[in-house]
């Protein structure tokens, strides 16, 4: 027990700290929205190019590995999308969003930190393989089903392009694309610049932890109350266990298990708010899902590392 306390601790720590600084008032709401633009604009996309720039291909994309995670992401979007519609009688835009909650567990600020404490930087493997899909699949599918329920009958180009779009000015697809253009290609990149690229992205994860923990602050539960209790279960517990089935279905290896569900098993990202805002929809559930998502997850990370081999 002990040993599974040392590994969560410290990730959580840092959020807490980020949260302790800006309620005391030391670290202000305007310096943590700088910290998350650097974070997530600049050192994470960073981080993901130099992870997949370096990535063994072969050896880490293991259909069998995107197969059990993804399943899991997708049930628990459209889970998300009918129950949010069908038993809270949201409107269509809200239910979309919220089937987003369900679909965006957080693989980099969470899901990477703890994998490597509990099993060590080499198990990053199959994390990265999830991470490197995971943006691109994740607005791909949430981008898409909020179009076609906005569009009403609109030119199906004209979707296309918003979709595209939304995509490409996002940094971590970006960042993600350069990653894989300089692997396939297999472009040298100048010792000098990855030194560079390296400063960056030891900055991206700590950096990420702290100004979280300062934005979810802001999120207080307000009302919405059992929808936030309905996603925030779809996202802990029904796209882990889904993930797990899958997984051993295909005989998933020991490590690409692990990270798979630890990563499924993870809090729904600040993704889904950005998601929410850029919409205008369901934005209280989104942010009170994203705090107490986070909160419970500590109690069930721990559970999901108790139970994998």
């Excluded at 880490?60 to 992401?73: E, M, N, T």
């Excluded at 990855?194 to 802001?218: E, H, I, K, T, Y």
Aim: glycine letters at 8%; aromatic letters at 12%; charged letters at 10%.
């Amino acid at each position: 027990m002990s040993e599974l306390l040392n590994v969560i601790a410290p990730v959580f720590l840092v959020i807490g700290f980020g949260y302790w600084a800006v309620w005391k008032g030391y670290f202000s709401h305007e310096a943590t929205d700088g910290l998350m633009i650097f974070a997530q604009k600049f050192a994470i996309p960073v981080l993901l190019f130099r992870a997949i720039s370096t990535l063994d291909l072969q050896q880490s994309f293991d259909l069998r590995l995107l197969l059990s995670f993804y399943s899991g992401a997708t049930l628990g979007f459209f889970t998300g999308l009918f129950g949010a519609r069908l038993l809270f009688r949201r409107p269509w835009e809200d239910s979309v969003a919220i089937g987003f909650i369900g679909l965006f567990s957080n693989s980099l600020l969470l899901g990477l930190p703890i994998t490597e404490r509990a099993y060590g930087p080499d198990a990053l493997g199959a994390n990265y393989a999830i991470i490197a899909v995971h943006s691109p699949f994740c607005y791909a599918l949430g981008i898409t089903t909020m179009e076609i329920v906005r569009a009403r009958g609109r030119n199906p180009f004209l979707l296309a392009a918003n979709v595209l779009r939304s995509m490409f000015r996002n940094a971590l697809i970006l960042g993600i694309i350069a990653g894989f253009v300089v692997n396939l290609a297999g472009l040298p990149v100048p010792q000098v610049l990855m030194d560079a690229v390296n400063l960056v992205s030891r900055a991206a994860l700590p950096a990420a932890l702290f100004g979280l923990g300062g934005v979810l602050l802001r999120y207080r539960p307000e009302g919405d109350l059992r929808t936030i209790v309905f996603i925030v279960a779809v996202s802990l517990l029904l796209h882990p266990i889904v993930t797990w089935s899958m997984g051993q279905a295909f005989g998933l290896p020991k490590a690409a298990f692990r990270s798979a569900v630890l990563t499924a098993a993870m809090a729904p990202g600040i993704n889904v708010y950005i998601f929410a805002n850029m919409y205008g929809v369901a934005r209280r559930v989104a942010a009170s899902a994203v705090l107490i998502g986070t909160i419970a997850s500590i109690f069930t990370a721990w559970m999901w590392l108790a139970l994998l081999p």
